[in-house]
Nanobody
Framework: VQLQASGGGLVQPGGSLRLSCAVF????????IGWFHQAPGKEREGVSC????????YYADSVKGRFTVSRDNAKNTVYLQMNSLKPEDTAVYYC?????????????????WGQGTLVTVSS
């Protein structure tokens, strides 16, 4: 089981980025995928997740209305579209998987993690 996050970079405040999480060795039919971020000196926190059963989604309050999570089962890839980015969104973003029909943002429930991709929001 492997996850590979990509798409990070430097963007100005108010800009957008789309992160991708490609998964290998399993299918999205059985695994929920979560996105987490970790800023320097801070704990890793949940951002968003998408369930395996019906594609239902969940967002942290700090990103509601700005971020959208989606999946393409044919490509075994989950996306995180990030709009209206703020400097406080600066962090390393990780995707993770858990064998579950539903999804939640408790990092301790996730089994496999990707390597992370850095997002920097700065002018």
């Amino acid at each position: 089981v492997q996850l590979q996050a990509s798409g990070g970079g430097l963007v100005q405040p108010g800009g957008s980025l789309r992160l991708s999480c490609a998964v290998f060795g399993f299918t999205l039919d059985d695994y929920a995928i979560g996105w987490f971020h970790q800023a320097p000196g801070k704990e890793r926190e949940g951002v968003s997740c998408i369930s395996s059963s019906d594609g239902s989604t969940y967002y942290a309050d700090s990103v509601k209305g700005r971020f959208t999570v989606s999946r393409d089962n044919a490509k075994n890839t989950v996306y995180l579209q990030m709009n209206s980015l703020k400097p406080e969104d600066t962090a390393v973003y990780y995707c993770a998987s858990v064998i579950s029909k539903g999804c939640q943002l408790n990092k301790y429930e996730y089994d496999y993690w990707g390597q992370g991709t850095l997002v920097t929001v700065s002018s």
